[in-house]
């Protein structure tokens, strides 16, 4: 079956622009998970959602970045006013029930803030 | 809260010779563990996990993994490489029990290179 998607695969942005990345899970996965990757470092949770809300936000950065899953399916991470310091690999990933489950991940969405 | 070590950044091999991608954490509770493994343009693909049990866990590829709790450590070993095995290698914990089991930390990964 199909796996995780997301969309766009690669973004290039200007420093002040704001930028939507997507996820498609798994369907009928009620968790979702993203995650960020920044050059040499291994993956940092940001939010976590059981259906269409977030569990758990306490990974985003600050209050540029934000992100939605109003159908309890595809997710939306928004970064507002973006930094070069955003530039990193956006991974989501998703379980069927959250908790221990396994996480399967999306290739990821490579962002570059020049 | 808790954090990975993944002690080599690189390790390069030649093929069919054994390796072992080291792994420690911290943590004050009991964790889950896992290996996740990222090869070029692709997404993490979980490789083994630890729940409970026998120390020792097999996973896919012929590759395997044993936790220990007193040396708080979870190295990943395989007898005999492929050049296909070239790729990222990550090291992750997750509590065990409470509200944020869901959440992984990862190591900041290893690179296993492959040469013929």
Same mark, same amino acid.
């Given at each position: 079956?199909?796996?995780?998607?997301?969309?766009p695969?690669n973004?290039?942005?200007?420093k002040?622009?704001?930028?939507?990345?997507r996820? $498609?899970?798994?369907?009928?996965?009620?968790? #979702? /998970?993203? /995650?960020?990757?920044? *050059?040499?470092q291994?993956?940092e949770?940001l939010? /976590?959602?059981?259906?269409?809300?977030?569990a $758990?936000d306490?990974?985003?950065?600050? $209050?540029r970045?934000?992100?939605?899953?109003p159908?309890?399916s595809v997710?939306? *991470?928004k970064?507002?006013?973006t930094?070069?310091g955003d530039?990193a690999?956006?991974?989501?990933?998703?379980?069927?029930?959250?908790g221990?489950?396994?996480q /399967?991940?999306?290739?990821g969405?490579?962002?570059?803030? #020049? | 809260?808790?954090?990975? @070590?993944?002690?080599d950044?690189?390790?390069?091999?030649?093929?069919?010779a054994?390796?072992e991608l080291?792994c420690n954490?911290?943590?004050?509770?009991s964790?889950?563990l896992?290996?996740y493994?990222?090869?070029?343009?692709?997404?993490?693909?979980?490789?083994l996990k630890?729940?409970? +049990?026998?120390t020792?866990?097999?996973?896919i590829? +012929?590759?395997?993994?044993? =936790?220990n709790?007193?040396? @708080?450590?979870f190295?990943?070993?395989?007898p005999?490489v492929?050049?296909?095995?070239t790729?990222?290698?990550?090291c992750?914990?997750s509590?065990?029990?409470?509200?944020? &089991?869901y959440?992984? @930390? =990862?190591?900041k990964?290893?690179l296993?290179?492959v &040469?013929?």
């Amino acid at each position: 079956g199909a796996g995780v998607s997301q969309t766009p695969s690669n973004k290039v942005t200007e420093k002040g622009k704001y930028v939507e990345l997507r996820c $498609d899970p798994i369907s009928g996965h009620t968790a #979702l /998970y993203w /995650y960020r990757q920044s *050059l040499g470092q291994g993956p940092e949770f940001l939010i /976590y959602f059981q259906g269409t809300g977030a569990a $758990d936000d306490s990974g985003l950065p600050n $209050d540029r970045f934000f992100a939605v899953r109003p159908e309890g399916s595809v997710s939306t *991470l928004k970064i507002q006013r973006t930094e070069r310091g955003d530039s990193a690999v956006y991974l989501c990933a998703s379980s069927l029930r959250g908790g221990w489950e396994t996480q /399967y991940f999306g290739p990821g969405t490579r962002l570059l803030v #020049l | 809260a808790q954090s990975v @070590t993944q002690l080599d950044s690189q390790v390069p091999v030649f093929e069919e010779a054994p390796v072992e991608l080291r792994c420690n954490y911290s943590s004050s509770v009991s964790v889950y563990l896992f290996w996740y493994v990222q090869y070029p343009n692709q997404g993490l693909q979980l490789l083994l996990k630890y729940l409970s +049990g026998s120390t020792l866990v097999k996973g896919i590829n +012929g590759f395997e993994a044993e =936790f220990n709790k007193s040396q @708080t450590s979870f190295h990943l070993r395989k007898p005999s490489v492929h050049i296909s095995d070239t790729a990222e290698y990550f090291c992750a914990v997750s509590e065990f029990s409470g509200c944020s &089991n869901y959440k992984l @930390t =990862f190591g900041k990964g290893t690179l296993l290179t492959v &040469n013929p």
